[in-house]
């Protein structure tokens, strides 16, 4: 039968003294060879990529919301308040206002809770309760949910559920400059049995006070905002005294945590209180003519 065109046909065979010789197949490079290779192998991956670098976080400022802080000397030392409010304390000593500009399209579900502690729409509010911790030279925590008569934040409960604690776009901004405001996730002293809720929501936030970075905060807690007005506020805050525990009790209690004993992590809740009544005393949404802002950098 004879082939047709789309038949098989073996290579021609070695010579047999070839076989058992492979160096023998080698073929002479000449300057024709080396050209004819340099036109037909593909080029080597290049050292450097010339793909452009991902776009930066959006920092348009949408929002903008106050708090003022006062010292309120009155405040007795048992830290209850009973019936008492610390936004109508009578010798109340006015510290400022500080004015907050929010990145919505960056993270808009943080944003609008924290708007609407703000605004009082949630529920609940940051009005009238205290700063609760104070780290020199890196920031200061306010929002710890609570008991009102400890001058601690009402649990909300007319607040989005914010899937964004959990997506890692949120987490793009670093704690690198004083003035930026974060809600807290790793260094949230909320109460357990509030974070078991099915309705708890976070709402505890940070603010940073300088005049460094605060790198061990970065990947961790979510920036949302900075100070546009009042970063002498923030720096007064920084100021204020607070209850630093002996080295002895700072290691008898380390111990205590490795061991296991559950009153190690109730001692350290006084760790860096403020030594005064610091609280905020009001705090509102302000309305902006334009619904965006000119970016503010971090």
């Not at 830290?79 to 907050?100: I, M, N």
């Not at 502690?117 to 949910?145: D, E, H």
């Not at 460094?212 to 923030?234: A, H, R, T, Y």
Request: charged share 20%; net charge neutral.
């Amino acid at each position: 039968m004879g082939c047709s065109s789309t038949c098989y046909l073996p290579p021609n065979p070695l010579p047999s003294h070839q076989h058992h010789h492979p160096h023998h197949q080698r073929l002479p490079l000449n300057r024709r060879s080396l050209l004819f290779l340099s036109t037909t192998l593909p080029l080597s991956t290049p050292l450097t990529s010339s793909a452009s670098p991902p776009p930066s976080p959006d920092t348009t400022v949408t929002d903008r919301v106050f708090l003022d802080f006062s010292l309120c000397p009155s405040y007795f030392l048992n830290r209850t308040l009973g019936e008492y409010d610390l936004s109508v304390c009578a010798e109340s000593e006015p510290l400022g206002r500080l004015v907050l500009g929010l990145y919505g399209n960056l993270v808009p579900i943080t944003v609008s809770n924290f708007k609407a502690m703000c605004n009082g729409s949630s529920g609940s509010t940051y009005k009238g309760t205290l700063v609760q911790k104070i780290f020199p030279g890196q920031f200061f925590v306010a929002g710890r949910q609570g008991r009102r008569d400890k001058g601690e934040v009402k649990p909300p409960v007319e607040l989005a559920r914010n899937t964004e604690t959990v997506d890692s776009k949120a987490f793009l901004l670093e704690h690198s400059r004083p003035g930026l405001v974060s809600l807290c996730l790793s260094e949230n002293d909320d109460d357990d049995d509030l974070k078991l809720s099915p309705n708890y929501h976070n709402v505890e936030f940070l603010i940073t006070t300088g005049p460094g970075p605060c790198p061990q905060l970065d990947s961790k807690n979510i920036v949302f905002g900075s100070v546009l007005e009042g970063l002498d506020v923030v720096t007064a805050i920084a100021s204020i005294p607070t209850y630093k525990p002996a080295e002895r009790i700072r290691q008898y209690n380390d111990f205590a945590e490795f061991i296991g004993d559950g009153r190690a992590k109730t001692a350290r809740a006084i760790w860096n209180r403020p030594l005064k009544t610091l609280y905020i005393s009001d705090c509102g949404e302000l309305k902006v003519a334009k619904p965006t802002l000119p970016p503010t950098l971090p």
